[in-house]
Structures are given as C-alpha cells and as structure tokens.
C-alpha cells in the first residue's frame, strides 16, 4: 500500500505504548481505531492520552483547539472487526510470544490483504511473528521508545521476509509522525536492547560485586558519560523484571556467556523487587 493510501491506523492495546501510539498518530492527522479487549482498559488509555495532550498543551507544542481534534480522530473499541478499515496496523499487546501470535493471526484474518502490520514488541523475532501471519513481506517491526509521544526514535525492524516496499512506507510513516526512523536487521534485542541491556546488566554486576553503590555506578554514567539518568534509575524505570526477561532473550537467542543475566538482578526479581512499580529496585520509592 502507498504511504498516501494510509489514512486510517489500528493500534492494537491502549496500554502504555499503544495509546501513545495512538496519540502520535492521531496527532499527525490519522484516524485511528484503538483495540483493546475491555472497556476499561480503552477509557483508561483515553484517559492518559487527555493528560499527556494537556502536557503537550502546557508546554507549548500543541495548540489548545487542536486537543478535540486529536481526541475526535480516535476511535476506541472492543470489537475485533473494527480492524477491516485500517490501512495499516500496529500491535502493542503484552510481551507475551503464544498472546502476540494469537493476536496478530487474528488480526491478520480481518485486515485488507494489501495492509502493512507491525509490530511493536521489544524482543520476540520478527521473523518469527511476520511466518505466523499470511502476510510475512507486508510485517515488520516497529519499536517505539517510553514515552512514545516524547522519544524520538523508532527503530524499524526488517524481518527475514519484510519487503523492500513495506519498509519504504513505513520509514516514510515514521517521519509523518515526526520521528526519526532507523533501520534495523531482525536479530535478538534488536540495537537498542542488545546495547542496553548488557549495559544495564554489568552496572548490576558492578553493585553484586561491591565494586561500587547504585548511586555511584549512576554517578559514575551521568557525569562521566552525559547520560542523563543512570542505568540503575534506568532500569528501576523499566522494570527489573521486563530488563531480566530481555536479558534471558540475548542469552538463548546467541548462546554467548557474555549475556548472562547478572545473578542480583534474577535475585531481586524473585523478592518482587521490580523498580519503580513495586516500590523498590536498585533505588527505594515507598514515599
Ligand atoms: N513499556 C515499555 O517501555 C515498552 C517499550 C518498547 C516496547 N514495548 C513493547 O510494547 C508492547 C506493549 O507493552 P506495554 O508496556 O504497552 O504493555 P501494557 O501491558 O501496558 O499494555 C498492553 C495492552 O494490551 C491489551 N491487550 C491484551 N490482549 C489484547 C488483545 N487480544 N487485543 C488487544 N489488546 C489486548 C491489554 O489489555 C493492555 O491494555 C510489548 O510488546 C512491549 O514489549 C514496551
């Protein structure tokens, strides 16, 4: 499908990264059909989308008279079927390989033959994902960042079979959005998680060992090499266990020592300890 035939996008989940994604869309001037399994979960991701264009409002980058606008462009619903008007779809259900390849058969049933599907997911195999649908030269990858209507990146993945035209129109797509696409192979991780991760993994390491405290690994990272938060206060943000889990992805996906998952980190993920979201991580956020 051409990048002008695209008009109308279904975005599948309205939890954390699928209602940004909706909001990017529908802020680009998209009609947008947002899919989710219960009514509560859609108002709940339209509930966050009003926020986040308030925030967008107050700072600046969105006129006032455009919030209705973007909002009225956004269609919520529970129905399956909705999905045969879309032009092109995403996929943002939960990191869960046997949930996604129900979801995106289904979804592959309803759509138009000619529509792009993507998917969203941190670290199952595209290539794996785009053979379970009968479209496998119209799917690839398209991996927003947290908070998605902030993060500038979209880091677009080309499974084995992905075409060269499907890749086109979502590039082009991308920067409809106002995001900057980058071009990725399919391989476990990705760039972004292959890189991070490990990074994520030795700081855990580095406090296992007593090499040095959360604080000072972070110290270490922010005022040494301009990160702007540390990778601990980065992982506390991400969840300890989603970090785990993408660990354990590299580590079976190459078969490489050198991704083992650091053994604080599988630790602290039994305790419960899971960052941010369970009150405590590397960092304590009971208050
Ligand atoms: N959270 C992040 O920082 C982040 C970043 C990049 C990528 N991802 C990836 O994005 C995907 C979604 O993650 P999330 O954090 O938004 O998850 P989430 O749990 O916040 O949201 C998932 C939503 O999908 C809905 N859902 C479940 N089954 C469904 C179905 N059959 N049809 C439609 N909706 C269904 C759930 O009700 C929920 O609202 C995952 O693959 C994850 O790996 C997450």
Redesign the pocket.
Known sequence: MSIDAIKTVAV???????NGIAHVFARAGFSVIL????QR?LDR?MQTISGNLDREIKKGKLAEAEKPKVLARIAPTADGAALAKADFCVE????NRE??L??LKEADATLRPGVILAS????ISITELAAATSRPDRFLGM????PVPVMMLVEVIRGMQTSDDAYATTMELCKKLEKTPVAVNDAPGFVSNRVLMPMINEAAYCVMEGVATAQAVDDVMKLGMNHPMGPLTLADL?GLDVCLDIMEVLYAGFADSKYRPCPLLRKMVAAGWLGRKSGRGFYSYQD
Do not use: Q, Y
């Open positions: 599948l989940g309205a939890g954390t990264m699928g899919r989710d399994v219960e979960f991701g943002a259900v939960p990191e949930l996604k129900r979801v969203n997911t941190s670290s991996h927003f960042m947290n991400i």
